[in-house]
């Protein structure tokens, strides 16, 4: 028997058994079971290289943070079984809507608060004053979390000084960014940690490479500032968020500040990332410092990725959907449902719920863009309304009546079940509820609606690219 037929031989009766047992006890979806069953025995090489870096999804990393969590669990599940029996008692009563989100979150570790004072920001802009406002204020520490950090930029190269200047009058300052979709330069580096600023990458090619890790990006948006005020939404690092890009044109985003309770939630997401990082175990009262009455917001913060057991911002989003009243309005610039939140707007739609997604008019990832319009004909004939928005629609917004969810996380496989996310959700805020809606009002007149009878006179050829593209799913 020659090297060849040994090869083959020990690749049927070894490779192979032992691949498909792995697959088959993930229990993921039976058609993704097969899907990566048939990559994995008929391309042998690719397809394990494929299913090693995009297929599996491992635990190392809620493992690791175990011993993190573990220094609040008690507190925290004390505050969570609390709230879980006022919900029971109390608010079921007053509004089952809310009540039941709020109550899902709490079953993914994530308490809600009332101390709390919002501010919603439109576009980078503004976005920019406030954070830059709110930096240079600081008189303890700044936490940064980011996906996009481009201190090379314009607006960058202004954080980058204010963050200097912080760090030598004795603020500690804190950056994660993410090490594949962020570079930052050697003179970069060497500025912030000259200055004492302590800077990590999240997964960087040769982390990536050899740990499995590339399909696990940070597409989080986090500042926190002392322990009381924090930033989340779509908004990263970059002129982009002001200028725009020339291919994709104005760049339109939405961003929140939080003061007041809920910093926490946001405070213990970021410094969870941080000793995964690090193994750094920073707890102390200076971070988690006592909050001033500020505000009655009800907020709930909620994260997930690879950090967490369930998908709990997936959760977040079905819920939303199922529960929505009256109208449910969608932005996001990346729009590729998996079954359940497909079948979830389509339900909504046909319960007569006015139903409204608005996309970029064209998308500057093509093969999420083509994707997406394979979904397209499906939401049409259930009566939702598309939208393309005339530029570039960054902003991650779910808005119905008595719920807004702001956050970093698109609709799509990526985003629900394998990146770093965040999202921070306000209820029954009759005045931000307002300005959100007369916002969704004004986008849509600045927009195209897609009709049915016109979307399906689209050439063969890009329905074909489409369906191609669709083929990615595990992937985008």
């Known amino acids: 028997m020659d090297l060849w037929n040994i090869i083959i031989l020990a690749y049927f009766a070894i490779y192979v058994p032992i691949i498909i047992l792995v697959i088959l ?24 290289i494929f299913y090693f870096y995009g297929g599996k999804r491992y635990s190392t990393v809620k493992i690791r943070l175990k011993m993190f969590r573990k220094k609040y669990r008690q507190k925290r599940e004390r505050l969570i079984l609390e709230q879980q029996e006022l919900l029971k008692n109390e608010f079921y009563k007053k509004n089952d809507q809310v009540a039941g989100i709020l109550n899902t979150a709490l079953q993914g570790g994530f308490p809600y608060s009332t101390n709390n004072k919002t501010n919603i920001l439109i576009d980078g802009k503004d976005t920019f004053y406030e954070i830059i406002k709110e930096l240079k204020k600081a008189k303890h520490h700044i936490h940064i979390e980011m996906h996009i950090l481009k201190f090379e930029s314009e607006i960058g190269k202004e954080i980058k000084q204010v963050l200097i200047d912080k760090a030598k009058e004795g603020i500690k300052i804190r950056i994660v960014y993410d090490g594949i979709v962020t570079q930052i330069t050697n003179r970069d580096k060497h500025d912030l940690k000259n200055a004492g600023i302590e800077i990590k990458a999240l997964y960087p090619w040769n982390v990536s490479l050899l740990k499995s890790k590339i399909n696990h990006r940070t597409h989080r948006k986090i500042i926190v500032i002392d322990g009381t005020t924090g930033f989340t939404g779509g908004i990263n690092v970059g002129d982009e968020y002001i200028h725009g890009r020339p291919e994709l044109g104005k760049w339109h985003d939405i961003h929140l500040k939080v003061e007041g309770n809920a910093v926490y939630t946001i405070q213990t997401i970021f410094l969870s990332t941080w000793f995964l990082l690090t193994k750094q175990l920073i707890t102390g009262k200076e971070y988690f410092p006592q909050q001033k009455t500020i505000g009655n917001d009800l907020v709930s913060v909620v994260a997930s990725g690879p950090d967490y057991k369930t998908p709990n911002i997936h959760f977040a989003y079905f819920n939303i959907i199922t529960s929505a009243k009256d109208y449910l309005y969608i932005m996001v610039p990346y729009f590729t449902p998996d079954k359940a939140i497909l079948t979830a707007l389509i339900t909504a739609a046909m319960k007569g719920i006015d139903v409204r997604v608005i996309l970029p008019r ?60 965040m999202n921070a959700m306000i209820f029954n805020n009759l005045e931000k509820e307002k300005q959100m809606k007369e916002l969704f009002e004004k986008d849509f007149k600045n927009s195209k609606e897609v009709i049915l009878t016109e979307f399906k006179k689209r050439p063969l050829w890009m329905k074909v690219k489409e369906s191609m593209c669709r083929l990615l799913y595990p992937f985008l």
């Open 362 to 421: 064209t998308g500057d990832t093509p093969f999420v863009w083509s994707a997406a319009r394979t979904n397209f004909s499906k939401l049409l004939k259930a009566g939702i309304k598309i939208y393309y928005y005339n530029g570039f629609t960054h902003g991650k917004v779910l808005l119905t009546r008595n719920i807004i969810s702001i956050g970093s996380c698109n609709i799509e496989p990526r985003g629900f079940f394998n990146d770093f996310e």
């Open 25 to 48: 006890l993930e229990n993921k979806d039976p058609a993704s079971t097969i899907l990566w069953l048939l990559v994995v025995i008929f391309l042998p090489i690719i397809g394990l």
